[in-house]
């Protein structure tokens, strides 16, 4: 078992940029497949992106793809999402996930292992 904790998140001015980071501790980091999902007021938590175990491949959900970034610093037992350009819309709770699996997919339910979540919210 993982344990997830996000932190990085606040309050930042549309077209601005943030990187939210994830710091998994209690279990092997690397055997981790990790995804970012997040969650704004009345809607369904949707998926952000995700990054293989091995850091070498990520992906994205298409209408993100080009302004974030996943990557991820084994060492460190981290995972980071830098967020660029950012939108008021992107304003939610961000959480990372970890699957035991080389990679991981978009669905909530295959992701065990979840963070508290971090709050961004990007002003107009």
């Known amino acids: 078992q993982v344990q997830l904790v996000e932190s990085g998140g606040g309050l930042v001015q549309a077209g601005g940029s943030l990187r939210v980071s994830c710091v998994a501790s209690?279990?092997?980091?690397?055997?981790?497949?990790m995804g970012w999902f997040r969650q704004a007021p009345g809607k369904e938590r949707e998926f952000v992106g995700g990054i293989t175990r091995s850091g070498v491949t990520t992906y994205y959900a298409g209408s993100l793809k080009g302004r974030f970034t996943i990557s991820r610093d084994n060492a460190k037992n981290t995972v980071y999402l830098q967020m660029n350009s950012l939108k008021p819309e992107d304003t939610a709770v961000y959480y990372c996930?970890?699957?035991?699996?080389?990679?991981?997919?978009?669905?909530?339910?295959?992701?065990?292992?979840w963070g508290q979540g971090t709050q961004v919210t990007v002003s107009s």
């Open positions: 209690g279990g092997t980091f690397s055997l981790y497949a």
């Open positions: 996930a970890a699957a035991d699996r080389p990679w991981g997919t978009s669905r909530r339910n295959e992701y065990p292992y």
